[in-house]
């Protein structure tokens, strides 16, 4: 494929990604960076470097999506017992509500990027009581 029309498709892709977001914003006030934080989140309690490796965000943008979501009373952020260096975030009710939210409500997906959809399993975990990990108890 030549230079320039990856180019030209990766604009493609930016713009229906934005459109997505668009269309979060819209259904349910999130960021897509906010949606993805919630459903890598789940109902575990996890860490943030586990957000950073599940999203791809960076340290730094994580932070930020991180403190909008608790801003929003959607996460709650704990410290470890055993060493209160240690972070841990997890759903609130209001949280787990909107996730449920997020696996049910339509939302407008954009042609270029239902394909992506269509053959992929859910990676949003099923409800689960979250369970604390050693460093918490």
């Keep these: 494929m030549e230079y320039v029309r990856s180019i030209c498709v990766m604009r493609d892709l930016v ?3 934005a459109a997505l977001e668009d269309s979060l914003a819209t259904a349910h006030g999130l960021s897509l960076n906010e949606a993805m934080v919630l459903c890598v ?8 470097s586990f957000i950073c490796q599940q999203t791809g965000l960076s340290p730094s943008n994580t932070s930020k999506v991180t403190s909008s979501l608790e801003r ?3 996460l709650v ?3 470890g017992k055993e060493d209160r ?6 759903l609130t009710p209001q949280g787990r509500e909107l996730l ?3 696996k049910t409500h339509q939302f407008d997906i954009p042609e270029l990027l239902r394909s992506c959809f269509e053959e992929t399993e859910p990676v949003c975990p099923e409800p ?3 369970t604390p ?3 918490e108890e």
């Design 41 to 48: 989140t789940g109902y575990e309690r996890v860490t943030p």
């Design 15 to 17: 713009r229906a990604l």
């Design 100 to 102: 449920e939210g997020l």
């Design 72 to 74: 929003k009373k959607y």
């Design 133 to 135: 990990s050693p460093a």
């Design 128 to 130: 689960t009581e979250p």
């Design 77 to 79: 952020r704990r410290l």
């Design 85 to 90: 260096r240690q972070m841990f975030f997890s």
